[in-house]
C-alpha cells in the first residue's frame, strides 16, 4: 500500500512538471507572436517630414524645428524637435547646408569683386541644399599706381603733382 502511495506522488509529480513546462512553452511561443503585429503598427506610420530649424532669438543658435507624419493607425502625427543653427554658416545658403569654400579669386577689375567657390559637406535633417555654390564679396580697396613725379605749390598757392 505504502509502494502505491509513493507510486501515486511520483505520478502526480511528473504530471504536474509535465504541465509546468507545457504552460512555460506556450508563454513564450505567445510572446513572439505579439512582436510581429507592433511592427505592422509601426509601418502603417510615414516618414518624418521636418521643417527648416527656426531660431529663438536672431538668425542662429537654439531654436525648434516642426515634424509631421501621416499614417490612420499612428498616435502620434506631429511633434517639435530642439535644433541649433550654427552661427558661422553661411545662411544664405540654407542655415541646414554646411559648404567648403575655396580661396577667394582675383579681384575682377570691372565689377571691383571678388568670388569663391564652395561645395556641399553636409546637409542636417535631410536639407534640400545646392551642391555647389558661388558667393561674391567687394574687392576692398584698390591700389592705384602712385604719380611718379614731385609735389609743389605753385604762385598762387595751388598744389601740383609735376612731372620734373
Known amino acids: 500500500m505504502q509502494q502505491q502511495q509513493q507510486h501515486r506522488r511520483v505520478f502526480t509529480a511528473a504530471l504536474l512538471a509535465l504541465v509546468f513546462i507545457l504552460a512555460a512553452v506556450g ?7 505579439e512582436k510581429p503585429e507592433k511592427k505592422a503598427k509601426k509601418s502603417d506610420c510615414g516618414e518624418w517630414q521636418w521643417s ?6 536672431g538668425d542662429c543658435g537654439l531654436g525648434t ?8 493607425e499612428c498616435k502620434q502625427t506631429t511633434k517639435t524637435q530642439k535644433c541649433k543653427i550654427p552661427c558661422n554658416w553661411k545662411k544664405q545658403f540654407g542655415a541646414e547646408c554646411k559648404y567648403q569654400f575655396q580661396a577667394w579669386g582675383e ?3 570691372n565689377t571691383a569683386l571678388k568670388t569663391r ?3 556641399l559637406k553636409r546637409a542636417l535633417h535631410n536639407a534640400d541644399c545646392q551642391k555647389t555654390v558661388t558667393i ?3 574687392c576692398g580697396k584698390l591700389t592705384k599706381p602712385k604719380p611718379q613725379g614731385k609735389f609743389h605749390f605753385l604762385e598762387d598757392g595751388a598744389e601740383c603733382i609735376c612731372l620734373i
Open 107 to 109: 579681384c575682377d577689375l
Open 117 to 119: 567657390t564652395g561645395n
Open 136 to 138: 561674391s564679396k567687394p
Open 52 to 57: 527648416v530649424c527656426v531660431p529663438t532669438n
Open 27 to 33: 508563454t513564450t511561443e505567445a510572446g513572439k507572436k
Open 65 to 72: 524645428r516642426e515634424g509631421t507624419r501621416t499614417g490612420a
